[in-house]
């Protein structure tokens, strides 16, 4: 069983920055690609970002390319979404998720466990 916990959400004004952390337990963290994920409300919940098991290899989605670095240490089991740049539209409930495989895509079905999520508001 994996657990994830959020943490480092919260309210900040357009053209500020926030750090995200996702706390991960259980053995089987560093065998596995995580990502980000958020959901804003009336929304259905999209893709942010995702990092290889390794590292080596991140993704983003378009409307965070330049403005959001995911990265992950291995050793202490922890996955970060550094923002920046941050605009209204990237309010949201972001969500970290472990993936079933070593490199993955964008797709929610990708993903088999997630966290409870940490709010995330930008004010204009």
């Known amino acids: 069983q994996v657990q994830l916990v959020e943490s480092g959400g919260g309210l900040v004004q357009a053209g500020g920055s926030l750090r995200l952390s996702c706390a991960a337990s259980?053995?089987?963290?560093?065998?596995?690609?995580m990502g980000w994920f958020r959901q804003a409300p009336g929304k259905e919940r999209e893709f942010v970002a995702a990092i290889s098991w390794s590292g080596g290899r991140t993704d983003y989605a378009d409307s965070v390319k330049g403005r959001f670095t995911i990265s992950r240490d291995n050793a202490k089991n922890t996955v970060i979404l550094q923002m920046n740049s941050l605009k209204p539209e990237d309010t949201a409930v972001y969500y970290c998720?472990?993936?079933?495989?070593?490199?993955?895509?964008?797709?929610?079905?990708?993903?088999?466990?997630w966290g409870q999520g940490t709010q995330v508001t930008v004010s204009s």
């Open positions: 998720a472990r993936s079933r495989v070593r490199y993955s895509g964008s797709s929610t079905y990708e993903y088999d466990y």
């Open positions: 259980g053995r089987t963290f560093s065998g596995y690609a």
